[in-house]
């Protein structure tokens, strides 16, 4: 079973930034998919970010696009999201995702709040 660990989360003003960490239990290069979703109150599950291995292609959700950026930090084994120029509209849930194709298995953080507002 693997754990993610998230951290970073709170309060921001609109324009600020923030930065996600989620740390899993297992080396993230054990993860051939990498991601970030959010929910916002009332709204569905969404992909904010995500990164395939191998590949090490990325994509974004259009809304996010050119303010927020995916990144490994492989000295402190850690999946993170930069966040800049937040919104109002970025206010959610955001969970840290990962999968693991070997063993069809995947995993979710337990969710960190981010709320812009002034």
């Known amino acids: 079973q693997v754990q993610l660990v998230e951290s970073g989360g709170g309060l921001v003003q609109p324009g600020g930034s923030l930065r996600l960490s989620c740390a899993p239990s297992q080396t993230i290069f054990s993860f051939n998919v990498l991601a970030w979703y959010r929910q916002a109150p009332g709204k569905e599950r969404e992909l904010v970010a995500q990164?395939?291995?191998?590949?090490?292609?990325?994509k974004y959700h259009d809304s996010v696009k050119g303010r927020f950026t995916l990144s490994r930090d492989v000295a402190k084994n850690t999946v993170d999201l930069q966040m800049n120029n937040l919104k109002p509209e970025d206010t959610a849930v955001y969970y840290c995702?990962?999968?693991?194709?070997?063993?069809?298995?995947?995993?979710w953080g337990q969710g960190t709040q981010v709320t812009v507002s002034s």
């Open positions: 990164e395939i291995a191998g590949g090490g292609s990325r």
């Open positions: 995702y990962v999968r693991q194709l070997s063993s069809d298995t995947e995993y």
